[in-house]
């Protein structure tokens, strides 16, 4: 296969743990056949410092014509001035935009070697491998806000207008039922349909798309707060969730406490599945720029690696490619190489690039 993917490495640690996985995906290409060309493009902080623009129409150019897009991490203190009216997010929201993606994928696997460095006792944790699904383009992020201040300026009122029409809900479940498919064959649907239209909307038409379509996956509904609860308590039930734009974003952070480090977590943004050719996707780490170890060489490469997995199975459709990346770094965790995130008080780290050789040297022929 040939391919263009973009990276834009960002801010922060996002250009340190983006080489880790851009060498991962060369070596792969090149020990499977595959030619991934790679091309770089600013995006966040460092654009806005460099072009005066979050996203710069140079590296709008470049992702319409990528097949996929790996990104770092965007923002840090250097722009964090909430009165700016440019801003790094700015530049991802516009990248979601460009790119079309709805749908956005975090799983979650704990690595039972880091089990202990979650909070949760380890027993909890055995056999958690759970795949969010969330909608990340509706909702309440994306619809219409006042603010109403009083002849002083003080604050009166202000709302927030909470959205989904049929069809937003229809593509994101399918997303999820569609992977299921290849999982355990099992969708659990959040929402608060006790109290909110939105919610009893999202909850008829996930079980009319569940019925209709995907007859042979077992749908489930929870409540929000209920499920945030259980999710604690029994993390190994669950397989597939999908949720709203506002309840994944607080479910998901939550999530990632299980895996015993947020540097070790994927993320992927895909948007519907042409009929010809790749499907769109934006793949990155769930953590930030980390500007409290930035340069130093220490963060942890491992959810940049993994969301270039991610990439390779849901832009390209290499499955085997995919599970080969995934094998490499659960190998190197194995084998004991742990970045400081993820070591116990006092225990020897490796660094960024250690932990990179570590994944290289077990990416096998086939
Ligand atoms: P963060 O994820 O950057 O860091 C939280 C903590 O986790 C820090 O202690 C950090 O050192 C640690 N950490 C994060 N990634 C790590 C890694 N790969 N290896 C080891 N340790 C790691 O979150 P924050 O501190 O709240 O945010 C910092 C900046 O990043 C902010 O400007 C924020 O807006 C931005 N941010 C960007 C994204 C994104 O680009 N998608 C996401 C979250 C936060």
Redesign the pocket.
């Known amino acids: 296969m040939r391919a263009l993917i973009a990276v834009l490495p960002?801010?922060?640690?996002?250009p340190e743990?983006t080489a880790q996985a851009v060498r991962v995906l060369r070596e792969l290409g090149e020990r499977r056949g595959h030619e991934f060309r790679f091309r770089e493009g600013l995006i966040?902080g460092v654009a806005i410092d460099q072009q005066g623009d979050p996203l710069p129409a140079e590296t709008r150019a470049l992702v319409s014509e990528a097949d996929a897009v790996l990104?770092?991490?965007?923002?840090?203190?250097r722009?964090?001035d909430p009165s700016a009216l440019v801003r790094?997010?700015q530049g991802?929201l516009a990248l979601r935009g460009l790119l079309g993606v709805f749908a956005n994928l975090r799983p979650v696997h704990v690595h039972p070697a880091l089990a202990e460095s979650a909070p949760l006792k380890t027993e909890l944790l055995a056999n958690v491998d759970i795949l969010f699904v969330r909608e990340l383009t509706g909702g309440l992020y994306f619809g219409a806000k006042t603010h109403e201040r009083d002849s002083a300026g003080r604050s009166v009122s202000a709302s927030d207008l909470c959205v989904y029409t049929a069809l937003e809900v229809e593509r994101v479940v399918r997303v999820a039922a569609t992977i299921a498919r290849g999982r355990r064959r099992h969708v659990l649907s959040v929402d608060k349909s006790n109290v909110l239209a939105t919610s009893r909307l999202w909850r008829e038409v996930t079980s009319r798309v569940m019925r209709d379509e995907f007859p042979d996956v077992t749908l489930e509904h929870a409540l929000v707060d209920s499920f945030a609860m259980q999710l604690l308590q029994a993390p190994a039930r669950y397989d597939v969730v999908v949720t709203e734009n506002l309840f994944g974003d607080i479910l998901t952070d939550e999530a990632a406490v299980l895996a015993g480090?947020?540097?070790v977590l994927p993320s992927a943004s895909i948007g519907e599945q042409p009929l010809t050719g790749h499907r769109r996707g934006l793949y990155?780490?769930?953590?930030?720029?980390?500007?409290?170890?930035s340069g130093r060489g220490?963060?942890?490469?491992?959810?940049?690696i993994l969301s270039a997995a991610l990439l390779l199975r849901h832009s390209f459709g290499l499955e085997h490619e995919a599970a080969a990346i995934e094998c490499a770094v659960s190998d190197a965790i194995s084998a004991g190489w742990r970045?400081?995130?993820c070591v116990a008080a006092g225990a020897a780290s490796c660094s960024?690039a250690q932990f990179g050789d570590a994944v290289l040297a077990r990416i096998t022929e086939t």
């Open positions: 960002g801010d922060g640690v996002g743990v966040g990104l770092g991490a965007v923002g840090g203190p722009w964090s790094p997010e991802l480090s947020i540097g990155e780490p769930i953590h930030g720029s980390a500007p409290d170890i220490i963060a942890n490469p491992a959810g940049t970045t400081a995130d960024t």
